[in-house]
């Protein structure tokens, strides 16, 4: 035992996870365990916004592009919606990002460029014209 976190990660996690079972809790690298266990959160709150991102973004093209709406589209639309509902059904307490208006301004950046760059269409509102309780329903579309 004794690999740094700095040098292998992935060794280091199963040392420090080896150190719990064993109960060698004086031996624990503590700070990067927190520092570890934060990250997780962040992970999850980043994979919440890059799904709700990709959402918005097929939303939009549907929206504005309705001539081109096809079962891709569709697809795609539904497939964001089931692993957004796995997801918050995973980690409940990420269902207040919906309601912050920081984070929803983030995603709804990142859905405009993306949408921006496969449409090269550039009349998309400013912010989020639709209720998020809306955008997680199956079935809803816009317009």
Known sequence: MGTKYETDVVAW???QAQLIRGKKFA????KHIAE???DVGKSEKRALASNMAALLAHLLKWQFQPERQCKSWSQTINDQRIELDYHLDENPSLR???DDKKW???VWAKATSQARQETNLDCFPASCPWKMADVLTHEWLPG
């Open 27 to 30: 031996s624990l690298d503590l």
């Open 36 to 38: 570890e266990i934060e």
């Open 96 to 98: 207040t990002n919906l």
């Open 104 to 106: 929803l301004k983030m």
């Open 13 to 15: 996690a199963n040392e």
